[in-house]
């Protein structure tokens, strides 16, 4: 069972005087006396139009919770490879084997992007790509002892419950037998991504060669008891409706309840460009701050929220930091996932870059690592 984070938080009456919306003052009620909110509330912040008072709210638990402490942290990420015969419907990533763009990186080229990194004091490594039809799983085990083998104090935070059962699958091995496999080779965490949005409707029409919700969070239980944490996401602002959104975040808090390993939520703002959704306009920036907020505030048990700067764009994730956000990825350096489908940031951000962004919007910037722990400069620099 994983405590709650956050108990009675006191809002500041100037904030509870502003409030403009009667639902956000039930919330509120709620915040301070430390109850939990339900679908109801969850439902009314995402609803809201009293944005300004949502924020406030989110704002209030982040300041109990981390004062104004910003995380980021010295990363990379890896996509392996590109080939996917999955086709979701808003992916604008995935190739089929054999296409002129279709890619596959060896574990000696995947290592040698670790030691050519730019970025000084790399601590951790974010691994994702395609579900490959023909990678055996020794390729994955080999992939984690390559890179580890760059830097053995690297965190390699690697592999969403999607290709985890994938490679499962492929093998002929239960999901607990490849994650110990996987955390033998150096496994320190798992990402977030592949949740989409817990919606049957929606998983049968957008991303039915996958796995589904259920499966999905069953997964990251299973990590979680074998020790190896994990983070959530979930991918809004394309075909769901704000209870989807709402029931969602209820879903990743019971299955936190459950098992505790979720180390941070981020909320990932659709980007429909080069996807066949791409007549669809995308979450608008009211949007995404009201989700993230919303968050923030139903999320009691998940520690970190995330404002994944390759989505948001730079400007909206420092407005983030004053919506619920404490946390900004990293630096990243290549991007391609979110890049195919349209996002216009740059592929990589230095940390002096992230510190300033982080400054800029007033609050303090500090490092962190995969577990995130606080990292002195010192170390980093190691
Ligand atoms: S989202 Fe992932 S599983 Fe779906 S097609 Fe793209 S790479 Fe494949």
Known sequence: MQPRRTGPVSIP????RRLRDDRLAAVAD?????????AREAQACLETHDLAGLGSLALAVRSALYGTRAFYVANLHLNYTNVCGNRCAFCAFHRDAGAPDAYTLTPEE???????????????????????????????TA?????????????????TAVEVQHMADRAG???????????????????????????????????????????WLSIHGEAHA?????????????????QERARHLLRLRDQQDRTGGFQAFIALPFHPENTPMAHLPGPSGVEILKTIATARLVLD??????????????????????????????TIVRERIAHQAGARTAPGLSLEELAHLVREAGFEPVRRDTYHREVAEAEEAA
């Open 13 to 16: 009456s100037s904030a509870l």
């Open 226 to 242: 074998l020790g190896i944490r994990s983070n959530a996401t979930m991918l809004f602002g394309h075909r769901e409706t704000v």
């Open 30 to 38: 709620k915040i301070t006396n430390g109850e939990r909110l339900g």
């Open 173 to 215: 091995l239960t999901v607990a037998q490849c994650l110990r496999e996987l955390k033998a080779a150096g496994l320190s965490a798992m990402p977030g991504g592949g949740a989409e949005i817990f919606s049957l409707r929606l998983h049968r029409d957008l991303f039915p060669s996958k796995i589904d919700g259920d499966r």
């Open 143 to 159: 992939l984690l002892r390559a890179l580890k083998a760059q830097r053995p104090g690297l965190g390699l935070k690697a592999f």
């Open 110 to 140: 995947a290592a040698r992007t670790v030691r050519e990194s730019p970025v000084p004091g790399l601590c951790e490594v974010h691994v994702v790509g395609g579900c490959h039809p023909e990678l055996p799983f020794e390729y994955y």
């Open 301 to 330: 048990n998940v520690p970190h929220i995330k404002a994944y700067w390759v989505m948001l764009g730079l400007k909206l994730t420092q407005v983030a930091l004053s919506f619920g956000a404490d946390d900004l990825e990293g």
